[in-house]
């Protein structure tokens, strides 16, 4: 991301985020961010909404994110489950960061199908979240899981880590 986006995306954290209604889509975290960001040739370009009190995303991997031939890369599917976490933030309405991210394949994800992502919070303790997830084929099984911890930063987090 280059010098002219970090502080207007900084500052729309800082100012809060917006809230979301049921069903509605949220925005990416930032124009160029690799898991959900529009702006990125690379990324995943995730469409995330809320469900509940939770996150939820149809997702097709494409040649971009290959791995074994005809497979997403593990990579991937771990990016798509840390950004779609980045995404339970705008719930809780706090800033936080991936502290740590265990990953279970069950199955392969196959490139250009369709799956669902789906992700929960649990509840804050000290300035840790922890979040769960779970990736299903269009046959409703569950091809892969994910949990994580998540610890709450202030925005001078993302200003020290970006150079300022
Ligand atoms: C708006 C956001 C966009 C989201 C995009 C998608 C998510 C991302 O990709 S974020 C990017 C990847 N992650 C990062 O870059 C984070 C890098 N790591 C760091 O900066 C630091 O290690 C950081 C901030 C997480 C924690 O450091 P620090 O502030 O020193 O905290 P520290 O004292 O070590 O621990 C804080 C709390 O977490 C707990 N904790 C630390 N590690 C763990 C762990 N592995 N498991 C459980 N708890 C842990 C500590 O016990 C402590 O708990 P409590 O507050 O209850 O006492």
């Known amino acids: 991301m280059g010098q002219q986006t970090v502080d207007p995306v900084i500052a729309g954290w800082a ?35 809320r469900h509940g009190e939770g996150v939820q995303a149809e997702h097709t991997f494409d040649d971009r994110h290959t791995g074994a031939p005809g ?38 994800v196959r490139l250009n199908a369709a799956y669902m992502l789906r992700a929960d919070h649990g509840a804050r303790v000290g300035r840790r979240i922890p979040v769960s997830a779970e990736l299903r084929n269009h046959d409703n099984v569950v091809v ?19 150079g300022r």
């Open 15 to 49: 100012a809060g985020f917006r809230p979301v209604r049921d069903g509605e889509y949220f925005p990416p975290h930032s124009p160029g961010c690799v898991g959900c960001g529009p702006a990125n040739p690379h990324g995943l370009h995730l469409a995330v909404r």
């Open 71 to 108: 497979v997403a890369h593990g990579g991937a599917v771990a990016m798509a489950f840390d950004d779609l976490f980045g995404f339970l933030l705008y719930l809780l309405g706090e800033l936080a960061v991936t502290r740590d991210l265990r990953v279970s394949y069950l199955a392969p």
């Open 144 to 162: 892969a899981t994910a949990e994580a911890t998540f610890v709450v930063v202030d925005t001078h987090h993302f200003t020290r880590a970006a």
